[in-house]
């Protein structure tokens, strides 16, 4: 008797007791941007960066002829991608290594937050892959794998490590360490410094050995009161054990820095050419193709005998705004003296560089992969049985969608992008600056709360949302900007409330139009030159990419 009450009063107000599904029936993307419109041999030269759109943080490791790349995640599931290539310029996306809730808690965690800086190592000894990471609601865990690509054991969490960016090293006489970022012992002598924690790792017993050691304070004094010392790697290469870490802040001062020593434990010595890489002095402000950010890098040893370096870096469209996010770049790394250099001071990131001659004789076995980088387009019809890798989900996932004939079908949830809970949304990295996304869907909103189109996602507080909903019981497409209050950019009446609805967006750096057609109409504006500055990291702070997705609610 209550249940017939309550669908008596909801349906007295208006409220639908079944949400009214939105379905899409494709998603298509084109990326322009001029940086990658420039004449290059595929099979002698490639483009920088080789991972575009929201990579940040990578890690790679080899194991014999083929490399292996994770980049952070944060709060977008599944977790941690894992890329794999034989040429290090040719990446193909392999797998997630973090496929479940229990592998993968995100509860009511923020969009930058989950996962921070994965870091994957092979060890030879055992013929196992380790990978380790944080994720910040929960603590530090590794997980482990014999082969990335059926899959990776649930995680091990690791309680004494007091702080972020874990790393492995598996050394040759089989002992192992991990090191971290932490917080300094004792007082801080100054805003900002941070350090560096080794701890001794039982292979075995895949536990950690006795207490944490402070190997490094603050960071290399080439600068003056260094900040935010992070990102850690610990390599051994012939005589001595180096320390690679980045420094300076995720913004326009990161860097990479270096140290080396006899023993993990120390006492190490930094280069006095610290830093090792970075863009944040010393250039043209006007140069073309500008890379801004550079750090957090990591470096590999091919099977040919030379070394490569992986690192983050951002492509602004001006100033310091980019809403591509970081992405992962690949240079060649010079050895002088005993001591490594990804990039020579004052020198900028190139954008088109030559392979080796090994590179060269692979290049071909990478020209059918789907591109990762340079000006690429994809169509998805949602026909295929699984839903394409590219698309992800914020945070743990309900049961809310499905591939159909039709296309795909979003139930909406009673949740919305501005919350900490999972939306009822699928999402894809915008990759380029000068960009197309296009959809189109068949939705009948039935009341002013319900909603389906598309979002433009940075946070929860900076965001737009592009669709169809209902105004004073009338059908309408409406652009909305969210920072921190909800604003109606623009909206427009529809004819028929059961009409399919294309809705189309061009983005040209900071300035994006948005379009619409019902049924089989012609395209109309909506809205031209929209600033969306507010997708920009450097506007709205935290550490992803924008990312474009397809969106239903029933709260608005």
């Known amino acids: 008797m209550k249940k017939i009450i309550v669908f008596a009063m909801l349906m007295a107000l208006g409220i639908p007791l079944y949400p009214q599904t939105a379905t899409f029936k494709y998603f298509q993307y084109q990326g322009n941007d001029t940086r990658f419109d420039k004449p290059i041999d595929l099979h002698r030269q490639y483009y920088n960066p080789i991972l575009a759109g929201f990579y940040p943080d990578p890690s790679l490791c080899r194991k014999g002829d083929t490399y292996y790349l994770v980049n952070s995640s944060f709060s977008f599931f599944p977790g941690v991608p894992v890329s794999v290539s034989k040429d290090l310029i040719h990446w193909q996306h392999l797998s997630y290594a973090l496929n479940s809730k229990e592998q993968l808690p995100l509860t009511h965690q923020r969009v930058s937050g989950g996962i921070f800086a994965p870091a994957i190592t092979y060890n030879e000894k055992n013929k196992t892959f380790y990978l380790i990471t944080t994720n910040v609601g929960k603590g530090n865990f590794f997980i482990k794998s014999k082969d990335p690509s059926k899959g990776w054991s649930n995680p091990v969490y690791l309680p004494k490590i007091n702080g972020i960016d874990p790393s492995f090293l598996f050394d040759k006489d089989g002992k192992a360490y991990i090191v971290h970022n932490a917080p300094v012992y004792g007082k801080q002598d100054y805003e900002g410094q941070r350090a560096i924690r080794i701890l001794r790792f039982d292979v075995k017993g ?53 140290f080396r020593a006899k023993n993990p434990m120390g006492p190490w010595e930094e280069n006095p050419q610290n830093p090792i890489l970075t863009q944040r002095t010393g250039l043209n402000p006007d140069r073309p193709d500008i890379v801004t950010s550079t750090g957090h890098a990591d470096l590999v040893q091919s099977k040919q005998g030379d070394w490569w370096a992986v690192f983050l870096g951002c492509r602004p469209y001006q100033d310091d705004f980019y809403n591509t996010g970081r992405d992962t770049y690949l240079l060649p790394v010079t050895w002088k003296n005993g001591w490594p250099t990804i990039l020579e001071k004052g020198k900028a990131v190139p954008t088109v560089l030559n392979m080796t001659s090994w590179q060269q004789k692979l290049s071909a076995q990478g020209q059918d992969q789907a591109p990762m980088t340079g000006n690429f387009s994809y169509h998805d019809d949602f026909k295929e049985e699984q839903l394409n890798s590219r698309w992800i989900f914020l945070r743990n996932p309900e049961n809310f969608w499905k591939l159909t004939s039709n296309g795909l079908e979003i139930s909406p949830l009673n949740t919305n992008i501005h919350g900490n809970e999972a939306p009822s949304a699928i999402f894809v990295r915008q990759q380029h600056n000068n960009f197309t996304a296009e959809t189109e869907i068949n939705f009948t909103p039935e009341n002013n709360q319900n909603f389906a189109g598309f979002t433009l996602l940075q946070n929860e507080e900076y965001n737009f949302i592009f669709g169809k909903t209902l105004r004073e019981g009338k059908p309408i497409v409406t652009l909305q900007r969210d920072e921190k209050i909800n604003v109606t950019i623009a909206s427009a009446p529809l004819q028929n409330n059961t009409d399919d609805l294309h809705l189309k967006i061009k983005g040209d750096g900071r300035y994006y139009d948005f379009y619409y057609a019902e ?3 012609k395209w109309q504006i909506l809205a031209k030159g929209v600033d969306a500055v507010n997708l920009s990291t450097h506007q709205s702070g935290g550490f992803i990419g924008d990312c474009i997705g397809l969106y239903s609610t029933t709260r608005l």
């Open 206 to 258: 895949d536990s950690i050995i006795g207490e944490p050691k402070e190997i490094i304070r603050g960071g290399s004094h080439v600068q003056k009161n260094p900040i935010w010392i992070e990102g850690p790697h610990l390599y051994h290469i012939g005589n001595y054990y180096y320390l690679m870490c980045a420094e300076g802040g995720t913004c326009d001062w990161h860097s990479e820095v270096i």
């Open 519 to 521: 049924g089989n109409g």
